[in-house]
């Protein structure tokens, strides 16, 4: 136990020693610079020196990389485009020499031929210069090889020729115009060894904006993320406006100014991480920042394998059928293999087809189906017809009844005639019948009332 307790107090001493000697490299230059700045002595100053090599990082910057410059917390870098325009990059280098603060700047190739001393002062005053292309086109994601060759070829000869063709001051530092990137720009750009620069927060000074408002959003999105690439432009009288509030608001909030060179054969490359170069690096608790480098391998052969035939898909015999098919046989011959066979169906004796008279149905037959005949319906059919010429039963019996009694049939009211006519059918007699059935059967369902009138009648004399 004593043991593991050494091991721990060793290993937070390593750590907090390394962070001590961390803080003194950050903090140490900025001091010294920011005192040596000749008639400022609060200035900002440039915190550090960062070398890289643009070999193992070809593309940085997070608004459209993976990868950005390895930078601590609260560290920026201030880069400049489209430059050389003596009447405002005269007044930036001005304010960038009052805090003692080191950029880079990306110059047009037409700018530097028509200002090479504006080119010349910016390696005087010890600042990183790169190129920007020769004509500024916003249109090179959709350029072929030969133009984008042009294009960045170009842009490097004019500043080159500005600087009397001393290619140890010039930078292999390219920043794609509008940001516009494309695999074409970029394939080229790294088969030269030149390192391509997004960046991690524009202010949008290119925009027809204040000065204001050029301010406020580049302190924004630096306190955003709190460390990065600003992206600036010394040919806007916006950002001349802006500048002096930026530098003096990033040295009042605790930010230090990062000035980048490249590598040299004197001058090696800065020791860095791999987890360093994102914006956001994994913890050490994460595998693959602590799994080793793969390193990259050079095929001597590039030998492609023989298309595959039918015969290898074929689940019968691919052996043979592959063979034949070599050998340019016409037919392949097949294995004994059992194949599946169709069973054979045994003669099915078919019934002769009805003819059409079986299916007719005679124009005088009235058909009824016996499940659609309601009770009334029944009750009609049972009924004995009657011929046009002759007269219901029912009829006769009342109108022989009538006959007997004119006075009663006179005297009776129309709603008992029509109740009767809707009562009850009665049987009536069949007309074989003799007159006097028919008088008993009414005598016999006659009522008390019709009995009292016909003796009434009796007495009258007729």
């Known amino acids: 136990m004593i043991a593991n307790v050494l091991v721990t107090i060793r290993k ?7 962070a001590t000697l961390l803080s003194c490299s950050f903090m140490t230059p900025q001091a010294v610079r920011a005192a040596d700045c000749p008639g400022n002595p609060n200035a900002l100053g440039t915190s550090r020196t ?12 997070t608004m459209q990389y993976p990868e950005t410059l390895p930078l601590a917390d609260h560290e920026v870098v201030l880069t400049f485009d489209d430059g050389p325009l003596p009447k405002y990059s005269n007044q930036v280098l001005a304010i960038l020499a009052s805090q003692c603060v080191k950029a880079t700047f990306f110059t047009i190739g037409g700018q530097a ?22 004509n500024h086109p916003l249109t090179m ?6 133009k984008v060759r042009q294009e960045v070829d170009d842009g490097i000869a004019s500043t080159l020729a500005a600087l009397n063709g001393d290619k140890s001051k010039l930078a292999p530092f390219f920043r794609i115009p509008g940001l516009m990137r494309a695999e074409i720009p ?4 790294a088969s030269q060894g030149i390192q391509v620069w997004s960046a991690d927060f524009p202010a949008d000074d290119w925009r027809h904006v204040s000065p204001q408002r050029v301010y406020d959003l580049a302190i924004q999105r630096i306190e955003a993320k709190h460390k990065g690439i600003l992206l600036l432009h010394d040919i806007q009288p916006r950002t001349v406006a802006a500048l002096p509030r930026i530098l003096n608001t990033l040295k009042e909030r605790g930010y230090r100014i990062v000035h980048v060179v490249p590598a040299t054969a004197d001058r090696p490359a800065t020791p860095t991480e791999p987890q360093q170069w994102f914006m956001h690096p994994p913890t050490e608790t994460v595998a693959i920042t602590r799994w080793p480098k793969i390193p990259n391998f050079v095929f001597t052969a590039t030998r492609t394998l023989p298309a595959p035939v039918f015969a290898d898909m074929d689940w019968r015999d691919a052996d043979i059928l592959d063979h034949a098919q070599r050998s340019r046989i016409a037919v ?14 045994a003669a099915v004796s078919t019934l002769p087809i ?30 004995p017809t009657i011929a046009p010429g002759a007269v219901a039963p029912r009829a006769q019996a009342i109108s022989a009844r009538q006959a007997r009694h004119p006075k009663q049939a006179a005297h009776q009211p129309p709603a008992a ?7 009850a059918p009665r049987p009536v007699a069949r007309p074989n019948e003799s007159n006097a059935s028919v008088r008993v059967a009414n005598l016999k369902k006659r009522t008390p009332r019709a009995e009292a009138s016909a003796a009434a009648s009796k007495r009258v004399p007729d």
């Not at 937070?12 to 390394?18: A, D, E, P």
């Not at 994601?141 to 030969?146: G, R």
């Open 12 to 18: 937070r001493s390593r750590t907090v020693i390394g």
């Open 50 to 61: 960062l070398v890289v090599d643009p070999k193992e990082h070809p593309r940085i910057g």
């Open 113 to 134: 031929r028509a200002n090479p001393e504006g080119v010349r002062k910016l390696i005087a005053a010890g600042h990183t210069v790169g190129t920007h292309s020769q």
């Open 141 to 146: 994601n959709k350029m072929p090889l030969e």
């Open 186 to 189: 970029e394939a080229y750009l």
């Open 332 to 345: 392949p011959v097949r294995t004994l293999w059992p194949q599946p066979q169709l069973a054979q169906l």
């Open 354 to 383: 009805p003819s059409s008279d079986v299916f007719r149905v005679p124009e005088a037959l009235d058909l009824t189906l016996l499940a659609t005949r309601s009770a009334a319906s029944r009750r009609i059919a049972q009924r």
């Open 417 to 423: 005639a029509h109740s009767r006519a809707h009562a």
